[in-house]
């Protein structure tokens, strides 16, 4: 990501935003009937003091001998605070290389939270101070880019090339539902068990990033527009920087080493249960091979939850998952609700500027035992003809999706059919590159995508029409996004895949439940007309083992002879 010199260029808001809306009154404030959504957006970015004035960005670097990202984030938020809206993003590029940054945050300035069409914007001043506003919205993700677009930068020095502030969250699968509204209402979703976030976006100020190829790690402070006269701002930077850096130099209790004493390539164990039965999830394949034989689909991509209790804490599950599964994107993200741990392969949306990234992966083996017999594997997956289909079926699907809001001629395939290695399994991909026409961005990008073909199936609205009557249960965060928005615009966005949902106690209380953390670990399967049901079930238990070998590790290294927590 470019260092950002310069504020960003207006944006230009769709047709979406001159919906009429209803009356509505919520937290003492009243919507009169007929206010377009752009009216409402407007009122909403004043109140949140976020108006159309540049955000003045103040850095500081510091050497980067003395802290881990792990215990940095430990630093920031205690194990206590679970239910703190944080993050921690970090990366393990092809061939075990580590990526160059790992980002953390917390105490985010606004956040948006969405269930179905209940929206949430929390406002948490410098000072702490928050505010808390409810509104009914056609389309939340049009609150998002509305906040989004109102920022420019003032940067008053030099900034690393990673994220360095922003949005950072999760957008949940059903989400699309805001898209098509009239094809696929909330009301056809299958039964949600867990009420949790549809959107969860945080709007974090400050940011600590390791550059591990410098050694250097910067502290990044944002002064948003309206917090202080424009005399204070540079006090004011100066203040948040010494703040950060105090709270990263503040002594805390050690984190426990965590003993590796098991083969962290072997087979895990089984999850303990399964939200489907393997007759009903073969059932399901079978339906689903029946409708596209019937020509509704193309193929379906069917999932199933496997769920697992435990009482290791879901941050040592995270330090257990960077062992286990490396991957391009690891997040640890305690969001509203709920806490994900992730080793995600995929992009869901990234944008650079006006280029936008899709990489498809499609087409699964496990790996082999030794290199000989993965070489064989990746031959042997590379000839097969149904997966071979399937992969360029998709890659067909994610030209569309980015067609429609790139320049004419621009999009093209740059990769195809390349074979890519995790932990427990290899895929074939690709990679689709196009450039956004005028007056496009990242978030018209990442609306354009939405879930992706590889967890939906194509065509992308009659598959997850199937989808609703075959899968039991909403997926909820499984096969949306996780990832980040800078203030300069550009996205990177992962697709929700290999990603543990941990739900948080709908107490008070999320500090520790006494009956230990309940684990779910999703997965699917891409059904074409010649699966075989059989083996797509065991594909979804192979997808999932890299994130119970995690949980293994980490009740081997953290869970014995740990006291309980303090009050």
Not at 76 to 103: H, K, M, T, W
Not at 243 to 249: N, P, T, Y
Not at 307 to 317: I, K, L, M, Q, T
Not at 443 to 459: I, K, Y
Request: with cysteine.
């Amino acid at each position: 990501m470019s260092p950002m010199r310069s504020q960003l260029p207006s944006q230009t808001r769709g047709a979406s935003a001159e919906r009429r809306c209803g009356s509505t009154e919520s937290a003492g404030h009243r919507v009169v009937a007929g206010e377009s959504l752009r009216l409402r957006l407007r009122r909403v970015v004043a109140t949140l003091a976020i108006v159309k004035q540049p955000v003045v960005l103040f850095s500081r670097r510091i050497l980067g001998d003395q802290l881990t990202p792990v215990v940095a984030y430990r630093k920031l938020v205690a194990p206590d605070e679970r239910a703190a809206p944080s993050f921690l993003l970090e990366s393990v590029e092809q061939g075990g290389a580590v990526g160059r940054y790992s980002i953390l945050g917390a105490q985010p300035a606004v956040e948006i939270v969405a269930r179905e069409n209940q929206v949430t914007i929390v406002s948490t001043s410098a000072s702490g101070e928050s505010s808390e506003r409810r509104e009914q919205h056609p389309d939340p993700l049009a609150v998002s880019k509305a906040l989004q677009s109102w920022n420019g930068i003032d940067a008053r020095g030099p900034l690393p090339e990673s994220f360095h502030g922003g949005w950072v969250g999760s957008i949940g699968f059903d989400s699309v539902r805001w898209l098509e509204p009239l094809k696929l209402p909330f009301s056809s979703a299958p039964r949600d068990d867990r009420n949790l976030p549809d959107l969860h976006l945080a709007l974090y100020r400050d940011v600590v990033v390791f550059d591990h190829a410098t050694k250097i790690i910067w502290l990044v402070c944002a002064i948003l527009p309206g917090e202080h006269p424009a005399a204070q701002v540079e006090s004011a930077g100066e203040a948040a920087l010494n703040k950060l850096e105090r709270r990263l130099m503040t002594a805390t209790v050690p984190l426990e080493p965590g003993t590796i004493d098991l083969d962290t390539q072997a087979s895990p164990h089984a999850a303990e249960s399964c939200a489907t039965t393997r007759e009903d999830f073969e059932s399901a394949v079978r339906r689903a091979k029946e409708y596209i034989a019937a020509g509704d689909a193309f193929q379906v991509v069917l999932s199933q939850r496997f769920e697992r209790e435990s009482s290791v804490d879901p941050f040592d599950v995270y330090r257990a998952l960077r062992v286990v599964n490396p991957s391009p994107y690891q997040v640890y993200l305690q969001a509203r609700g709920c806490i994900l741990v992730a080793a995600s392969p995929e992009i869901l949306c990234r944008t650079r500027g006006s280029t936008v990234t899709n990489r498809p992966l499609a087409g699964t083996r496990r790996r082999g035992a030794t290199p000989q017999e993965d070489a064989r594997l990746e031959r042997e997956l590379l000839a097969d003809e149904k997966e071979r289909a399937e992969h360029t079926m998709l890659v067909d699907l994610g030209r569309n999706d980015l067609g429609r809001v790139c320049e004419a001629g621009s999009v093209q395939v740059d990769r195809c059919m390349e074979i890519e290695r995790f932990s427990h399994v290899m895929h074939i991909s690709s990679t689709i590159t196009g450039t956004l026409r005028a007056g496009v961005d990242g978030w018209d990008a990442l609306r354009a995508t939405l879930p992706v073909g590889t967890v939906s199936g194509a065509p992308k609205v009659r598959a997850i029409q199937i989808i609703d009557e075959l899968e039991q249960l909403r997926r909820g965060p499984y096969a949306g996004g996780v990832g980040a928005m800078g203030w300069n615009g550009d996205l990177d966005m992962a697709i929700a895949l290999r990603t543990i949902v941990v739900p948080l106690p709908t107490t008070a209380d999320a500090r520790r439940p006494s009956a230990g953390w309940h684990y779910d670990m999703q997965a699917g399967a891409g059904i074409v007309v010649d699966s075989d049901p059989a083996q797509e079930y065991e594909e979804t238990r192979s997808k999932a083992a890299g994130l119970a070998r995690a949980l293994d590790l980490a009740e081997r290294a953290f869970s014995a002879g740990r006291k309980p927590a303090q009050s």
